[in-house]
């Protein structure tokens, strides 16, 4: 029992130092900016770290909890089993609403740690110190959290096991991703805080000419990596887990993660515009807000309970403190910048709507309409249940038929963007830039028709992605010509790099998603049926037991060859089946497999269901490529300058043409 009880003391022990070590370094520093003390700002630096020791001791109490089955803890009865093999016991910790926060905590504590040591020569600059002071006040919201509606510490009776300690929930101990797909998606979010730390110093500050960005922009990238692997791992983890045979199904909580990314990929657009001619600084500013708001807004979505979805925990009553959280960052953060007003006024204009910021402007506008489309599709069900006590649901047709024509203008900007210098574009110019990229799409869109696809929507998909592609590649093509490898390094070049993974997901959503064939049969062992242009045989169907699931597995050979194994399992301590699909994977097309309920052993019959999907592994692909290009974009290539707190001086139009 001592061993027991020790876990929840630690635990509450480091949370409340940890609460306390935040409020006195955010405190301490604020002073020390105001007072210009040097000596006190360096009283913060213990506070940061014992932050961070305070955030790891409480996440390893919570595991050494989860690993020991400490049942006194109400969070091990909740989400604790004898039988949950070990991997997926440690993955518990973010299983459920309270372990989820204790993760949030961790990595935000970290993050606070490396910006104070990476600037801990700077401290004593007001912007670096407000920045840190404002990480640190977020880092104490997160342990009061942590602290109050979540208390993942929280003492229970002993436990009655015939109602408690299942597990995790089936869907979350059946897959090798759980492992990852969270904590990355997690250092997406969290990341985020610190390019939102750095604009709020600004504003606070008044320096809020092009210094800040400096400071943000990688930040900013990284997070943005993080978060479009995170997002890709949970497409991959949907297909290979849920058995509908999709990747993206519009559900609330994967909405909630992609409206972030949208601002995120916009603010990291058009800070290139506000670095190059000092424009778009409100812009600028409030999409960092944005993004550190939505993360908040999804977080609320996604623990609240307010939402239905398979990936969303159930209510509590965190909900009121994270709408609070979200609704003073808005209005701190729109006060700062009314307060600012004068100073964020931009000293030029858009020359053209026809060169490179006008097409960032552009493409900014999509991005946020894109966002706008999926918050008003995702919380509009709640504004109609809680005005009108009636539900409703938002489903895949609204999405699609809205975000649609958005995602097919985007693909053409990728494709016109990266050839249209600064300022200003001639006809000629654009024409020899485009011939081979225009050339790619149009090859494209004839293979696309030879092989028989139909339909103007992927149609067009494909034709912009080819164009896209194309202008891609000849950026890439010219970058090596001029410096070899080392052109493939810094933010053009990795950007690229970065297009041609989202072309790629582009490309494999809409042929999958747009030719897709799928049917059910029911087979006899030893019988073979021929669907799609392959043949499926039985060769085995038998029952499976473990410590925690019963279940039906089907041996199911494809085109004569190698034999898949689709299984349906019933948790037992939960009596919910859970389909686990088999995937022949290849890059032309994937043959995804499953069994359905009315499959007997006894009798040897089996009921399948078969997809066909063809280029699902491009998605895959492609978000490898946007890690890669992610980390190619954080190296600076050469010639790259650094903008001062002043305005960049106007680059010759001759200097943007002759390399862009």
Known sequence: MLAEGLNGFLGHSALIVGLAASLFGAMAMIAAIRTRNPRLVRTVIPYGWLALVAAVVAVVAMERALITRDWSLAYVQKVGSYDTPALFNFTALWSALEGSILLWLLLLAMYTAIVMRRYRARLADPAV????????????????LALGPTDAFREAAAPNFAMCCRGPNPLLQNHLLVMFHPPILYLGFVGFTVPFAFAIAALVTGRVGEGWLVETRRWALFAWGFLTLGIVLGGWWSYEVLGWGGVWAWDPVENASLLPWLTGTAYIHSVMVQERRGMLRVWNL???????????????????????????????????????????????????????????RSPGAIDSPVSREGAFLANNVLLALFAFVILLGTVFPLIVEAKEDRQIAVGSPFFDAMTRPIGLVLLFLMAVAPALPWRKASGELLRDRLFWPAWC????????????????APLLAFAFAGFAGGAAIRQLVLAARRQGYRGLLGRTNGGMVVHLGVIMIAVGLAASNSYTHAAEFTVQEGETVSFAGHTFTVVDVYDFSDERSVGIKADISIDGGQAYTPAISKYTAFGMDVATPSVKSSFVKDIYLTVENGTKPSTGTAKLKVFVKPMVMWIWIGGLLCGVGTVLAAFPGRNRRRPT????????????????
């Open 129 to 144: 110190g407000w920045a840190l002071a404002v990480m640190l006040l977020v880092t104490a919201f997160f342990f009061m």
């Open 645 to 660: 707190d002043a305005v960049s001086a106007p680059v010759p139009l001759e200097e943007e043409i002759a390399g862009v």
């Open 286 to 344: 409030s999409l960092l807000v944005a993004t550190f708001s939505l993360t908040i807004l999804g977080t609320f979505l996604t623990r609240s309970g307010v939402v239905n979805s398979v990936h969303a925990f159930s209510d509590g009553t965190i909900g009121p403190f994270l709408l609070g959280g979200f609704g003073v960052v808005l209005v701190v953060s729109l006060a700062l910048i009314g307060w600012r007003g004068d100073r964020l």
């Open 441 to 456: 799409g149009a090859g494209t869109l004839a293979l696309a028709v030879g092989v028989g696809a139909t339909g103007w």
